[in-house]
């Protein structure tokens, strides 16, 4: 593209700037969209880009685990995602050691100050882990979230919506208190975390 040069006040315009602003424009126009529409009309140009991707094209959401086997069995890498903006610290890296001698299930163990969310790093278990009990005036320092499996046929699922994670915190339960004195509240509340 032609660099176009500033003009002076009162400066003929020549046929040469004219031609180069012409071209310069042509060369910013859209002639095409790939997944999309052009309507031009009247009041300008609209570009509708179509939702999703197309057919055929595998989608991979935030903490899809994606197991490679390995002469030890399998070793286990997830799609990089997030909870409440924070990067699991071994995101990055991959679950080794993961046999098909049983079940597999994968957590999102996320650590707190009882408000936010500190830190959070991906586990792998057997078993599955029990829910944390919600906690009295604040929520839990830690809890689980499992975001996939694997089963002892190799073939590995998420659990989760197709996204990056958000956790907050919600009241649970209130216990009454046992002596009731006046002005004061009359409960304990409880919270958790809940996504």
């Known amino acids: 593209m032609a660099l176009i040069g500033k003009v002076q006040r009162g400066q003929p315009l020549t046929a040469d700037m004219m031609n180069n602003i012409i071209d310069s424009i042509r060369e910013c126009q859209l002639q095409s969209i790939v997944g999309g529409v052009f309507k031009r009309g009247v009041g300008g140009t609209t570009i509708t880009v179509k939702a999703g991707r197309p057919q055929g094209e595998a989608t991979l959401c935030p903490f899809t685990p994606i197991a490679s086997a390995v002469t030890s069995g399998y ?30 299930y994968f957590y999102l163990k996320c650590t ?84």
């Open 75 to 104: 070793e286990v890498t997830f799609q990089a995602g997030t909870i409440n903006g924070v990067l699991p610290s071994n995101m990055l890296g991959k679950l080794t050691n993961v046999t098909t001698s049983s079940n597999n």
């Open 112 to 195: 707190t100050d009882g408000k936010v969310i500190i830190s959070s790093v991906l586990e792998k278990d057997t078993t599955l882990r029990t829910p944390v009990q919600p906690t009295a005036d604040t929520a839990p320092t830690q809890f689980n979230i499992m975001v996939g499996y694997m089963t002892t046929a190799g073939i590995t699922e998420r659990t989760i919506s197709c996204g990056h994670l958000q956790a907050r915190i919600a009241p649970s339960l209130q216990e009454d208190a046992n002596d009731y004195v006046a002005g004061e509240r009359n409960y304990t509340q409880f919270y958790n975390w809940v996504f």
